[in-house]
């Protein structure tokens, strides 16, 4: 065992990066998009790198990215990259070489763009296929969404860039909190206690733990090893599951989607801003979602005609207060619309400053 | 091969089919196949069918790995065992064809050949393998020069955006910042010791590329102390036409200087008269709107560095937080000692004080900024609040009237 080699970190980027990125590293003056999808930085020195991004799916195989790299072979000399939103950039010097690219990617069936004003890629959780919590698949859902709003992807005709993500459950491992549109997973009723098997499988104490609103309790019958769930008391978050997978959450009629809107994290004109509640419930509906599509696109093309040049979805419905947003979207407001949670009083309206 | 006449219907469509990609592999890999089966029982049930894992890892490594099993064995024994393996990503998220070929191999090799690139920590997620394989596969990765990514109540893998790699706004060397850190928290990443997860991620600039503020505890993001360096020849060039908004990341034709840049200005700090853009710089709050109109006539400054924020986790348990800031401008040179420093005392200070399963940012919350700021031993620079507080419940410490009675006061006057 004394040669297993342990801690040894990442690689260095350095080993990764094409030449004219290592000669003009911290050295770049400009960039341009020269159409969608195809960015090139210029240097001090006047060396270019030209980028061409593609969109995937993140869910993919082997065989992809060994087709992905005969690509980079064939057109880059060997070198990409990924974006943080799972878009492929294949990297060139020879800005002559990019026509053949594009021909080449187009053969694949990936598309290109993801640039600019344009949606990109959906950035995503596992869902069904690889997680316990989710209230809804992820991979799927992107798919059927990215193929409605296609053309935004390799166009820039929206007034800003729209960032879109998904997350299948409130622990929101894709951290969807502050994106122009969020797709999140809800479950929607309180777990069922499986008393028998909860018996077996799960530590009462650590099970009591995990609730963040205190809703499990033991059973007051003291001859059952159990617990007892306050319902009122459960916002359906699944840790307790986590903890004890005798308390599924899972309801395959009532779980679903809800759409939050108007998120960024850039810090162009406006702060950073969280994504808040638009849609409360849409229906889980596979194998394509058709509600979500269709709810996500009505926002999007709302977005698109009432939004000001350089407007962010967030910007615009703050400007047109979300009153507005609700009616020219046609959402009707419920309860489920007012906060109650920790920090809600800062959400509610102590001004004048409304419109009818 | 199972019959998944739902997941059919996702390959038809413009956007690349993961369904499709899935079925090439499923061929000649039975937890694939079965993987395809166990979702498109998902898709007739509307629910997983996963369990959440065991304890399962590499010999001496406490995260990396998570467990993963079906609660449907029976039929789909290709995927009874189908743990994830996180790999730490190189800086940036660069690689040559040789690198990623030499991952395939290992992944064919000794999983699915299923992967994500990447997950929302920033690792590649190798999907879907047995215990049996994870220790030979980490033997192959580390031989390779490949090491694995952190998981559970540990240091998190950090990520960054494409820094000077390639981006002229890039305020610091995030990629070298990132690999730094990655090294220096090597035994933080790879035992679990906190009191629940530990992110890192760095931005180079206030547009931040890789959404620091929102999803990581420990927020760095680039910045500029001095003045935004102006061609206004290229100014001009905006407001003639000759160049692009945007780089040409729009369809606007033109640039209205006036209306699309300095009307626009948070902070109403720029003015321009057809002729000359002024800046009064003290007053420009960083926002990089006008810089990121106007690529070649704009450039932040050259005294640069970084902010540090922190505190920002998604919703679980408190509501979702961004981080907020905690120190405005760090320098940021090779080894980056100070930023070290700073997450290591942190990490200390909620150690000691924070319960299990509780994030840095919302210890924060409970105990109050004075008992962070003092535990980690740093002062409270106004740039910390948006707003100071309007309620008149504040608190006196023996060490406030200490300092008074040493001459400290409240207003020069």
């Known amino acids: 065992m004394s040669e297993r080699l342990t801690d040894i970190g990442p690689p260095h980027y350095d080993k990764f990066l094409p030449p004219v990125v290592k000669a003009n590293y911290g050295k770049w003056k400009y960039h341009e998009l020269l159409e969608p999808g195809v960015l090139m930085h210029v240097g001090d020195s006047g060396d270019k790198l030209f980028s061409v991004r593609v969109g995937s799916g993140r869910l993919i195989t082997t065989d992809f990215v060994k087709d992905v790299c005969d690509l980079a072979d064939k057109f880059c000399d060997g070198y990409l990259r990924f974006t943080s939103r799972n878009n492929i950039e294949f990297l060139l010097s020879d800005q002559s070489k990019i026509a053949g690219l594009k021909d080449a990617i187009k053969k694949m069936g990936l598309p290109i763009g993801g640039t600019g004003h344009s949606v990109s890629n959906i950035v995503h959780t596992q869902g069904w296929i690889h997680c316990h919590t989710p209230a809804i698949d992820a991979s799927g859902i992107v798919k059927a969404v990215m193929d409605d709003l296609f053309d935004y992807f390799g166009s820039h005709k929206l007034p800003a860039q729209v960032r879109v993500a998904l997350a299948c459950c409130l622990n929101m491992c894709g951290a969807v909190h502050c994106s122009d549109i969020a797709i999140l997973g809800i479950h929607r009723t309180a777990p069922k206690v499986d008393h028998e098997r909860l018996r077996h499988l799960c530590e009462i104490p650590t099970t009591i733990a995990s609730c963040p609103t205190g809703a499990i309790r033991p059973h007051p019958d003291k001859s059952i090893k159990s617990v007892v769930i306050n319902e009122p008391k459960c916002m359906y978050c699944g840790n307790c599951y986590t903890m004890c997978p005798a308390l599924p959450c899972f309801d395959a009629e009532k779980g679903g989607v809800a759409l939050l809107v108007g998120g960024k994290v850039s810090n162009s004109k406006t702060p950073p801003m969280f994504s808040k509640l638009a849609v409360p419930y849409l229906p889980n509906n596979p194998p394509r979602w058709p509600e979500t599509v269709a709810a996500i696109r009505k926002i999007l093309v709302k977005y698109a005609e009432g939004a000001n040049k350089w407007e962010r979805v967030g910007e615009w419905v703050e400007r047109i207060g979300w009153e507005k947003f609700f009616e020219v979207c046609e959402i009707p407001f419920v309860f489920q619309h007012i906060d109650d949670y920790r920090w809600a009083y800062d959400t509610y309206r102590t001004s004048m400053h409304f419109k009818f | 091969m199972h019959k998944t006449p739902l997941l059919d219907q996702l390959e038809s469509g413009p956007w690349p089919s993961f369904i499709t990609d899935l079925k090439r592999v499923a061929g000649r890999k039975k937890s694939a196949a079965d993987l395809l089966g166990v979702l498109e029982r998902s898709y007739k049930d509307k629910i997983t069918h996963w369990k959440h894992g065991g304890i399962v890892g590499v010999l001496g490594y406490g995260s990396g790995i998570i467990g993963r099993y079906i609660d449907i064995p029976e039929e789909f024994p290709g995927v009874e065992h189908f743990h994830t393996v996180r790999v730490n990503q190189p800086s940036g998220w660069f690689y040559t064809t040789k690198a990623l070929r030499e991952l395939c191999e290992i992944w064919d090799e000794h999983g699915s050949s299923l992967l994500n690139m990447h997950g929302s920590t920033g690792d590649i997620i190798f999907l879907g393998t047995t215990t049996p394989e994870l220790e030979p596969c980490f033997a192959k990765l580390t031989a390779k020069g490949w090491d694995l990514g952190g998981s559970g109540s540990a240091f998190r893998s950090p990520s960054c955006c494409v820094g000077q790699a390639r981006c002229e706004w890039a305020c610091f060397d995030t990629m070298e910042a990132c690999y730094e850190l990655t090294q220096h928290m090597q035994f933080e990443l790879h035992r679990p010791s906190y009191p629940y997860k530990y992110k890192l991620k760095l931005s180079g600039c206030p547009n931040d590329c890789v959404a620091a503020v929102a999803r990581a505890d420990c927020s760095v993001i680039g910045v500029w102390k001095d003045d935004i360096r102006i061609d206004q020849a290229a100014v001009k060039a905006y407001a003639g036409g000759e160049l692009k908004p945007r780089g040409g990341a729009t369809v606007y034709p033109k640039l209205d200087v006036k ?81 070290k420093e700073i997450i290591v005392n942190i990490a200390e ?61 409240y207003i020069k006057l």
């Open chain 2, 259 to 339: 209306a699309d840049v300095t009307d626009l200005c948070p902070t109403y700090c720029m003015s321009y008269d057809g002729k000359t853009l002024k800046i009064d710089n003290k007053n420009c709050n960083h926002c990089m709107h006008c810089i990121s109109l106007m690529p070649q006539a704009l450039r932040p400054g050259t005294e640069t560095g970084a902010a540090f924020l922190l505190g920002s986790h998604a919703p679980i348990l408190e509501g979702a937080q961004m981080s907020w800031v905690i120190v405005p401008f760090m320098p940021m040179e090779a080894p980056f000692d100070e930023l």
């Open chain 2, 349 to 409: 200070w909620w150690s000691e004080h924070g319960k299990n399963r509780e994030r840095v940012g919302e210890l924060m919350l409970r105990l109050g900024m004075r008992a962070f700021f003092q535990g980690v031993g740093l002062e409270p620079p106004a740039q910390t609040v948006r707003t100071p507080r309007a309620n008149p419940f504040f608190f006196w410490h023996q060490e406030d009237f200490d300092a008074e009675a040493a001459g400290r006061k």
